[in-house]
């Protein structure tokens, strides 16, 4: 199992990105996906999540209405879609495999992609 994510980048405050995280190894469709940052000196914290089949998505509330999460089972890829992008949105990004329980937490994950920086400057 291995998931590999790509996408981020330098920007300026107002752009946009979209991240995307590749997996292989086991049945994409059956799990759901979850997208989690680390900025510098803070814990990882959860972004999105997306359901097996992409009908439901679940956002923090500090980014609701600026991030989409997606995902294409055929290419067995999850995205990260963030627009509007901030300073403070400056952090590394993880994509995870849900296994069970809440998708918040970052033990509800067993596996973890390299991570992307992203750095938005002023």
């Known amino acids: 199992v291995q998931l590999q994510a790509s996408g981020g980048g330098l920007v300026q405050a107002g752009d946009s990105l979209r991240l995307s995280c590749v997996a292989s190894?086991?049945?994409?469709?059956?799990?759901?996906m979850g997208w989690f940052r680390r900025a510098p000196g803070k814990e990882r914290e959860f972004m999105a999540a997306?359901?097996?089949?992409?009908?439901?998505?679940y956002y923090a509330a500090s980014v609701k209405g600026r991030l989409t999460i997606s995902r294409d089972n055929a290419k067995m890829t999850v995205y990260l879609q963030m627009n509007n992008l901030r300073p403070e949105d400056t952090a590394i990004y993880y994509c995870a495999r849900f296994t069970g329980g809440r998708y918040y937490s970052t033990r509800s994950y067993d596996t973890w992609g390299q991570g992307t920086q992203v750095t938005v400057s002023s």
């Open positions: 190894g086991y049945t994409f469709s059956s799990y759901d």
């Open positions: 997306v359901t097996g089949s992409g009908t439901a998505t």
